[in-house]
């Protein structure tokens, strides 16, 4: 009876999740085992290894290619194929030209049971190199390279104390700012004399939180279109230096297309960028910004969800760990003494791991 073999579970049996883990996984094993006969039509291939972890969607793989005139139509075409011979679907198509002078190819793809994409295949170009009259620099700066971690920090207004010991650490930092609050313009004041970035801690709809909880002007999935831009415009306005947006809850927004494309193109006519905190897994909010064009990231980690110092230290040790692997992540923390104190303890560890600390805009794409 002890070697028996492991028979695994009737597809009945799974959740959506963990039907779309499997699709990805099945979807990414065929792609990576048609990369060999691509190669011929687009010279050497480079591709990313950014696998997040077992259910930890979506999967994002980038494949650099090193043709002089890359075949985007037959690389459409391969990629369409597998979709369909694995039983799955395209959510969004490339929105760029298929021409000679296109540098990338972004593809949305999924199960096709789900309802969200769960795939994110790239093929590009490797980025061109500026002009440079010093090619020994250029060496040396190639050869320095780090994994990046960007350390975001939400619910700054409530206390400019609080954000006066934040700055003190002298980290690089992105600050996320609540609008609307006694010292939200003070505080986003003090992060840009600090030299950290601010962004919009915009409040939008939960799925389930007291109304007690929710802040002033928080955006809801049946706002017409004008009352939304015009609760964006103002939260903008009330948070100087801001260069980009993230939401504060809004597990029910992020899941409501319709809203969320009138916030992202609003962004997107701004020039700001949008970070998805990801605060529901069904959230559409990075995928369509992607399509959209909208500069994006989402958030890897959240670093106090249990706000005891061991539980953050332990946070972000993952969030280096992540970093080293996959090049660069995301972390996110709040406002609060003990992430100020799990800040503080962990800085020298960035360093002592060669983690570069980034502004969030450095990793948005």
């Known amino acids: ?18 039907k779309a883990f499997l699709w990805t996984q099945e979807f990414d094993s065929a792609i990576q085992k048609a990369l060999p006969k691509m190669a011929s039509g687009l010279g050497h291939l480079a591709i990313s290894s950014d696998t997040k972890g077992k259910f930890l969607l979506p999967i994002k793989r980038v494949i650099e290619v090193r043709a002089k005139v890359p075949p985007w139509m037959s690389i459409r075409r391969t990629v369409f194929d597998l979709v369909q011979t694995c039983g799955g679907k395209v959510f969004q198509e490339p929105r760029e030209n298929i021409s000679s002078s ?52 939400d619910d700054l207004g409530y206390s ?23 010292f939200s313009r003070d505080c ?3 992060a840009h004399e600090h030299s950290c970035e601010v962004i919009l801690h915009l409040p939008m709809q939960p799925r389930r939180c007291a109304l007690a909880y929710w802040e002033k002007n928080t955006l809801q999935v049946n706002m017409r279109k004008e009352q939304i831009i015009e609760i964006l415009d103002s939260g903008l306005r009330d948070v100087p230096w801001a260069v980009g947006v993230n939401n504060h809850m809004g597990s029910l927004m992020l899941e409501d297309r319709a809203s969320m494309q009138v916030i992202l193109d609003e962004l997107k006519s701004r020039g700001l960028y949008f970070l998805d905190s990801r605060t529901t897994p069904k959230s559409i909010g990075y995928e369509l910004a ?30 280096i760990e992540m970093a080293i692997r996959n090049g660069q992540a995301i972390g996110i923390g709040h406002l609060h003494p003990t992430m100020i104190q799990g800040l503080r303890e962990s800085a020298q560890k960035f360093h002592d791991r060669g983690i570069t600390l980034v502004r969030l805009s450095e990793l948005v794409e």
């Open 290 to 319: 992607q399509s959209l064009g909208v500069p994006s990231a989402f958030r890897h980690i959240f670093l106090d969800n249990n706000k005891s110092i061991g539980s953050i230290r332990h946070q972000i040790d993952l969030l």
């Open 1 to 18: 009876m002890k070697n028996l073999p492991l028979i695994p579970p009737q597809p009945e049996l799974l959740n959506e999740e963990e």
């Open 160 to 182: 400019l104390s609080l954000a006066k010991e934040l700055f003190s650490l002298n980290l690089t930092l992105t600050v996320s700012v609540l609008p609307h609050h006694p």
């Open 188 to 190: 986003a004041e003090l």
């Open 102 to 153: 296109a540098r990338k190819m972004i593809f949305l793809l999924g199960s096709s049971q789900a309802h969200i994409p769960s795939y994110i295949l790239i093929f590009q170009l490797p980025p061109e190199e500026p002009p440079s009259t010093n090619r020994e620099a250029g060496a040396r700066g190639r050869r320095s390279y780090k994994p990046a971690v960007a350390l975001v920090i």
